[in-house]
């Protein structure tokens, strides 16, 4: 059996995505989180994705780990903003943003 080639090369962005795509999680809550967690960078700036990091999905509210309070306090200070980038990238279902700091990127508790 032999592959078919493409006529050009993929781009290695191209590349991470497609194999994002295919070792994602098959739940939707996890497949959303990862999908943001791919789209965080763009959503806050590359200095708060460096100290910041989304860590789960819950009832709509997206649980963000920080190395920092000052972190967290400029996350929830910019909550507003930070959910309509989010669901201008395509994750509608965010209502709201809890931000922790010295959080140890786990996963929020379900009650």
């Known amino acids: 059996m032999s592959r078919r ?3 050009t090369p993929r781009t290695p ?3 991470l995505d497609g194999l994002l795509d295919a070792i994602a999680p098959e739940d939707a809550e996890d497949l959303g989180l990862a999908r943001i967690q791919r789209a965080w960078p763009g959503a806050v700036g590359e200095a708060i994705a460096g100290a910041a990091r989304p860590v789960a999905v819950v009832d709509g509210v997206l649980h963000v780990a920080c190395q920092e309070a000052t972190w967290a306090h400029e996350i929830q200070m910019l909550e507003a903003t930070v959910i309509a980038r989010i669901r201008d990238a395509g994750f509608g279902d965010i209502r709201a943003i809890r931000a922790r700091s010295g959080a140890t990127g786990s996963a929020p508790r379900r009650r």
């Open 5 to 7: 080639r493409r006529s």
């Open 13 to 15: 962005g191209d590349a």
